[in-house]
């Protein structure tokens, strides 16, 4: 029983530092896999017992297989997370818009004069990039998913749209 808490421990570390990591976290975690596999291999071949290698065996292919699932889970809740912070700071800006008639010039000043929830603070605001057009009177809000694609959002259709 010590031993498969030790294997889900190890599996919800790895599951941290890869899902809640960028795009390139899943690259690590795909060399991670091949060394171990070949740190697998090797013990395999030196190891004289057969049931000492099947133990280790599967301890290696379950503490990998758990912080795949784990990295895979952590990385939909920080999805979603991150985009749960996007809806709110663009609901913010069409706010913003109906009260003072004209969008925010940048979301430092959407910060001084709306209220936003505690944990949207100056450091949260610089995952966002927020541009305004005043000639068309429209603006764009976007944030990186995964280090690759980009999400961004139009205000003239009020929409997110994903992007490379």
């Not at 697998?40 to 190891?47: A, S």
Request: with cysteine.
């Amino acid at each position: 029983m010590k031993k498969w808490l030790l294997i889900l421990f190890f599996g919800i570390l790895i599951g941290l530092y890869f899902g809640l990591g960028t795009i390139f976290g899943f690259f690590k975690l795909l060399i991670l896999f091949g060394i171990c596999t070949l740190i697998l291999i090797v013990l395999l071949i030196v190891w004289k017992n057969s049931s000492k290698k099947r133990n280790y065996a599967i301890r290696v292919c379950a503490t990998i297989f758990f912080g795949v699932i784990f990295s895979l889970l952590f990385a939909k809740i920080k999805q979603e997370y991150n985009q749960h912070n996007a809806d709110l700071v663009a609901e913010k800006i069409i706010e913003y818009k109906s009260n003072f008639d004209k969008y925010p010039n940048s979301l430092n000043e959407l910060k001084n004069k709306t209220e936003l929830p505690k944990y949207l603070d100056e450091y949260k605001f610089r995952d966002f990039e927020y541009s305004n057009n005043n000639t068309t009177n429209e603006f764009t809000l976007t944030y990186s998913l995964d280090g690759w694609h980009i999400n961004e959002f139009d205000s003239k259709t009020n929409e997110w749209k994903s992007r490379d």
